[in-house]
């Protein structure tokens, strides 16, 4: 099984910080990344595949990075409507998403 | 309106059984894999199984914690996705998701969720 190591699990940032997350595979995944922003109570929101494409909408602050065991998410501009858990997620061989960071209000 | 709609959580007993569904609208789900995630209250996302398209013999794959008591199924036909659970534990108390993922690409639709609560 690939295991995903995510840090850090929270994050206290204020608006306009620069957000940095970090996913690690405990096996070689080649870009089968994707990363999720998900909200209370509803279902996660596709934000990057393919460890650096965009989904449709997602505003170009967000970007992606890494191939192979390490990637990162990187929020270059925090807005108010990103405090959010974000979740990492490998599909290389089925699915397993990390741990979760929540990025909260300083 | 485009979206994934799940059915069919609700209240069951440990030991008990139920089955999900999951209805494509505005969409098919020929060509893709349909995958099902779980969420406990408060936790992180857990995936759970999935089915591939018929172009790949429809093949499935469990989560060790559910193998031998779920099992994953799919209607193309009706644009349908099921996910039938069995010997259910208080631990698979979570809300489901079914997803679409394009073969080979990205996960490209998610439901809405609906909520398994197993307890006596």
């Known amino acids: 099984d690939v295991q995903m190591t995510q840090s850090p699990s929270t994050l206290s940032v204020s608006v306009g910080d620069r957000v940095t997350i970090t996913c690690r595979a405990s096996?070689?995944?080649?870009?089968?990344l994707a990363w999720y922003q998900q909200k209370p109570g509803k279902a996660p929101k596709l934000l990057i595949y393919?460890?650096?494409t965009l989904d449709t909408g997602v505003p170009s602050r967000f970007t992606g990075s890494g191939s192979g065991t390490e990637f990162t998410l990187t929020i270059s501009s925090l807005q108010p409507d990103d405090f959010a858990t974000y979740y990492c997620?490998?599909?290389?061989?089925?699915?397993?998403f990390g741990q979760g960071t929540k990025v909260e209000i300083k | 309106e485009v979206q994934l709609v799940e059915s069919g959580g609700g209240l069951v007993q440990p030991g008990g059984s139920l089955k999900l569904s999951c209805a494509a609208s505005g969409l098919t789900f020929s060509g893709s894999a349909v995958h099902w995630v779980r969420q406990a209250s408060g936790k992180g996302l857990e995936w759970v199984a999935y089915?591939?398209?018929?172009?790949?013999?429809?093949?499935?794959g469990y989560a060790a914690s559910v193998r031998g008591r779920f099992i994953v199924s799919r209607d193309d036909s009706k644009n349908m996705a099921y996910l039938q659970m069995d010997s259910l534990k208080t631990e698979d108390t979570a809300v489901y998701y079914c997803t679409r993922h394009v073969e080979y690409d990205h996960t490209d639709y998610w439901g809405q969720g609906t909520l398994l609560t197993v307890s006596s």
């Open positions: 089915i591939r398209s018929k172009a790949k013999n429809y093949a499935t």
């Open positions: 393919t460890a650096s």
């Open positions: 096996q070689d995944i080649n870009r089968w």
């Open positions: 997620q490998q599909y290389r061989t089925d699915w397993t």
